[in-house]
């Protein structure tokens, strides 16, 4: 018999590794690759400039995967379900965004108020868009199966996608599209430590922290956000307490859906080339920055959005743009071998 | 017993009959025709959705990521059997043709074992880090495995394992790869289809029959025990990293080989084949079939080729027109997918019972004599006739002590009970002992070895068995089958044995399944219902298939988690003369938790009560209906100046 094999009070010096590992694990893993390179570029070249652009083209990156993250941990902590769809929903915002522009005739040479005026008009049919498709999807899709197991809805999920992504295809084709560089994103407006900020940067980022902070305001101070914390902790209490949760559910999705409409905008004028399959990978990686930060957690989906951003830059102008996806993709899986909870802890009613 | 022999008779006669028509049908086509193409692409779908299942549906793994075995198993076609690595010159058993090209060429039959091994072990590495995971976040991690591998294999010709040998021809292709040339006969050709066609049916068949024998298993019941409810699971001694990750790499084995069998056939191993949408499609058809049926994967078949996406338009339409497949309707569908139950059985418990003032017991001291040594705190030895010793124990979530610093012990032979109000830390200590969690202090003796912070099902293998205080049973599963999961640590049968069904294996699960009956008569239960699902049954008969799970283990002690929770006075006053018969006949030692004082005061030798975590109480129960400590946690503090 194997029986003594678990004595009471020795000292297990793997368990210590292990419970170091599952602290600390995660954000080892993450340093991996800014502290490689880092030094990499002190040796070659002296500075850090190098690193530096990296980081400020992943923060303006990353905005976007913040945007459409805290679609998913919105969703994910008010319904545990996986939105496969939003990936797709923030697609449609790209394209909206990409048809609208036409429509009202907004071209770069356009003086500055003007085209201010109707990017913050694009904006809002964006948000509009997105957002009341990510309510319809729900009333659709996910709705009739609330009370199905939990793989009903997952798997509708991914057909929804699979739908928009052929409406996408059937949209505006096949191929990767450019459109107008409106915003000339490229410039550099002006340079911090040989480190140059863009027209770009400051569009994703100038745009995304008054969101954010919208949003975060809007659900810990109002009424309705403090409806849909409360569904989210427990549907069934809530409902007994005169919250509409249907309601509530759907307001969620809105939310979520008019993110994934602004980050559409932003990255159409950012990236300046849209297509009908940029929501799959997109997803994903907005998926991975949700996990990263904790699902549920607003606050990690912003912060798992960032460092994603930052990740897939570095991959992007080191590795290959053609490798990023799968390094993307191997860090969810690390993420998930070191802590599932994520780096500021899941707030779903499962973990409590 | 005849009758249902004549109608297995009938059973295979009719299943006989129809794969001799599907033997046959290639013949009545065109040597090279559209149909038998369709056929061919159909059994080798056919293969990998049987594999998808024993993941998906057998153990309730959603697998997002089935494309990374096609794609593992194509490769190995690709690498292994065709003029890829034209620096190398490989030839193994291959026919004059293959023999004179340059290149890695092997028998087909090789690289099918070859495919099978990679993918199984790509399976296990897979499954590895999904192990400690919830149901959705299997299904990202896989989906990015899935992804990681498609974008390897599209990336692939960059890579070189050395000079001129790159991992795969990215979006080219590696093509063409050899065809499949099998001694003794014909080589096979693209004109003339009949032979592949065979070949997928064969392979068809070997996965259906190996589906077959492992549902009907020790480890097709362990899989389902999993997906029904994980924790009941390994508290029955169900391995859960073993027994997952078998699935996984069995699943995978399949894929691989169907995904090598494509290689040849289609000629071409592109990394575009292996996009995301291919496990959506193989998913389809596991779900359109009914997850967990066997029949359905091959039935939900015909059905999601046609939203095949790439790359036969023309294919995808002549099979629209075929329709063979019936869909079930979306009911039927929703039924069948079922994850693990979510709940935990942790500290919380139920709504406050008012059972508090002991009443007067009318069998109290029943026994009493038995035994006099007093066990816990005054016990410093671990002496013999203690089956159970537990010291100092504690356990801590965040900052709330559940349970902190008890002492407990149980002799052998005994019927012990552990009381106390709601939240008191009952639960939580039980779970500490089965394994469940592990104590943040202290040690726990079974049977004079330690067992502190071990397994679970290791420590049911050592003969701690439970019930559980909301019932969990295997809801899928017969009454008999249930008890039978129960029996998994006392069983030998592997993976190998119950493909084969050996004649030990056979003789093992024929003796299991008696015991079981056996288990099951001797609980009460009624003889008609053993084969009825446990969900349909009487509440009352579900606890006591619990009991007979539990007992099917042959434990020296039971565990028993509010056995009369939701009974009337009747069955609780039968399950306490089963308790009794249990510890005489059998010999069992008894641990309970109940809130029932009248089965507590009947049918308890020895009482320990708790509040808050912390021991404050025990004795026989005349003196423990005295204690004022006792009285107060039940009662609160004024009770006792009333």
């Not at chain 1, 419970?19 to 502290?35: A, R």
């Not at chain 1, 991914?158 to 505006?172: D, E, K, P």
Request: proline content about 4%.
């Amino acid at each position: 018999m194997e029986a003594a094999s678990i004595p009471a009070a020795r000292p297990k010096p793997l368990q210590v590794v292990q419970d170091w590992l599952s602290k600390y694990g995660l954000i080892l893993v993450l340093l991996i690759m800014p502290v490689y390179y880092g030094i990499q570029d002190l040796s070659d070249e002296g500075d850090l400039s190098r690193l530096g652009g990296n980081i400020v083209d992943g923060l303006s990156n990353g905005s976007i995967w913040a945007l459409v993250a805290i679609g998913y941990t919105l969703v994910y902590g008010i319904i545990e379900l996986i939105n496969f769809a939003h990936g797709e929903v923030f697609m449609i915002g790209s394209f909206t965004a990409a048809g609208f522009f036409g429509t009202i005739g907004l071209t770069a040479g356009m003086g500055v108020p003007g085209l201010v005026l109707g990017l913050l008009l694009t904006l809002i049919v964006c948000m509009l868009v997105s957002g009341t498709l990510n309510v319809m999807i729900e009333r659709v899709a996910y709705r009739p199966l609330r009370n199905a197991p939990v793989l009903a809805p997952l798997i509708t999920a991914v057909g929804f996608s699979f739908i928009l992504q052929n409406v996408g295809l059937l949209w505006r084709g096949g191929s990767q599209e450019g459109i107008g560089d409106l915003i000339n994103s490229q410039n550099a407006l002006f340079t911090v430590f040989g480190v140059e900020i863009t027209n770009g940067d400051l569009l994703a980022i100038g745009t995304t922290i008054p969101l954010v902070i919208l949003m975060v305001t809007f659900i810990t101070r109002s009424r309705l956000g403090k409806a849909m914390r409360a569904t989210a902790q427990d549907p069934e209490a809530a409902r007994l307490m005169g919250i509409n949760v249907d309601t509530t559910i759907s307001l969620t999705f809105l939310l979520g859906g008019m993110l994934a409409g602004a980050a559409g905008l932003i990255y159409a004028l950012y990236q300046t080339t849209i297509w009908y399959a940029q929501g799959f990978t997109a997803g994903l990686i907005a998926f991975t920055a949700a996990v990263m930060g904790g699902i549920g957690n607003i606050k990690g989906a912003v912060l798992g959005g960032l460092i994603i951003g930052i990740i897939q830059q570095i991959a992007d102008n080191r590795i290959g743009t053609e490798w990023t996806p799968a390094i993307v993709f191997a860090y969810l899986v690390l993420i998930m071998v070191f802590k599932p909870s994520g780096l500021l802890g899941e707030q779903t009613r499962e973990a409590g | 017993m005849t009758s249902a022999m004549g109608n297995r008779n009938v059973k295979i006669a009719i299943f006989l009959a129809g794969l001799f028509v599907v033997a046959i049908l290639p013949l009545f086509f065109n040597e090279s025709s559209g149909f038998i193409d369709d056929c061919t692409l159909a059994l080798a779908y056919i293969c990998m959705a049987l594999g998808l299942n024993i993941i998906v549906g057998f153990a309730g793994l959603l697998d997002l990521g089935y494309v990374a075995f096609f794609a593992i198993g194509a490769y190995t076609m690709g690498w292994f059997a065709s003029g890829f690595y034209a620096d190398a010159d490989i030839h193994l058993f291959v026919g004059e043709f293959a023999s004179s090209i340059p290149g890695i060429h092997v028998n087909f039959l090789i690289v099918l074992v070859i495919a099978a091994a990679l993918t199984t072990l790509a399976g296990i590495i897979i499954g590895l880090p999904t192990l400690r995971l919830r149901g959705d976040y299997i299904a990202i991690v896989t989906l990015a495995f899935g992804e990681i591998i498609h974008r390897i294999a599209i990336n692939g010709d960059e890579v070189k394992i050395a000079e001129g040998f790159p991992l795969t021809n990215g979006r080219q292709g590696i093509t063409p790869v050899d065809k499949i040339d099998l001694p003794f006969l014909e080589p096979f050709t693209s004109l003339n289809l009949r032979p592949w066609y065979w070949v997928a049916l064969a392979l068809a068949l070997f996965v259906l029959f190996v589906n077959f024998r492992l549902r009907d298993s020790r480890l097709g019941r362990a899989w389902i025990a999993l997906r029904e409810d994980e924790v009941a699971a390994i508290s029955m001694g169900i391995p859960a990293v073993k027994t997952k990750l078998l699935a996984y790499g069995t699943g995978a084995a399949f894929g691989g080989m169907s995904g090598a069998f494509l290689a040849s056939y289609l000629n071409t191993v592109n990394a575009d084949q292996f996009a995301f949408s291919f496990s959506i499609f193989v998913l389809a058809m596991v779900i359109l079939g009914g997850l967990g049926s066997i029949w359905g994967g091959g039935r939900g078949r015909g059905r999601a080729d046609v939203h095949q996406l790439p790359p036969h338009p023309r294919r995808a339409q002549r099979r629209a027109e075929q329709g063979r497949a019936r869909i079930r309707p979306l009911r039927a569908v929703v039924r069948h997918l079922r994850l693990p139950a979510r709940d935990h059985d942790g500290p919380q418990t139920r709504r406050p019972d008012t059972g508090a003032a002991p009443p007067d017991g009318a069998r109290t001291g029943h026994r009493r004599g038995r035994h006099r040594a007093r066990p816990g705190g005054a016990m410093t030895d671990s002496s013999p006739d203690l089956i159970l010793d537990a010291r100092d124990v504690s356990k801590v979530f965040g900052g709330l002590t559940a349970v902190g610093g008890v002492d407990f012990a149980i002799p052998r032979g005994g019927i012990v009970s552990l009381i106390g109000p709601n939240g008191a830390g009952k639960t939580t200590f039980f779970n500490m002992l089965t394994g469940l969690y592990k104590p943040t202090t202290g040690a726990i003796l079974f049977d004079g070895a330690p067992i502190t912070g071990g397994r679970p099902d290791k420590i049911m293998a050592r003969g701690i068995a439970r019930t559980f205080q909301n019932i969990r049973l295997f809801g899928t599963m017969s009454a008999r089958e249930n008890v039978m999961v129960g029996e998994h640590a006392r069983m030998r049968a592997g993976l190998f044995g119950s493909v084969l069904r050996t004649p030990r294996v056979r003789r093992e699960e024929r003796h299991v399944s008696d015991k079981a009956a056996e288990e099951l008569a001797y609980v009460g239960l009624a003889a008609n219902t053993f084969d009825q699902l446990a969900i349909n049954l009487a509440y009352g008969d579900q606890r006591r298939v619990e009991i007979a799970r539990a007992l099917a283990s042959d434990p020296k002690l039971l565990l028993l988690d509010e056995p009369t929770a939701g009974m009337n006075p009747q069955e609780s006053d039968e399950l306490t003369a089963l308790m009794h018969r249990l510890r005489d006949e059998r010999g069992l030692t008894i641990l309970l938790i109940e809130h029932d004082m009248k089965v507590v005061m009947g049918v308890s030798e020895y009482i320990t009560v708790l509040d808050h975590g912390e021991k404050i109480a025990e004795g026989l129960p005349d003196e423990v209906r005295a204690d004022n400590r006792v009285i107060e946690a039940y009662l609160g503090k004024g009770a006792m100046h009333e």
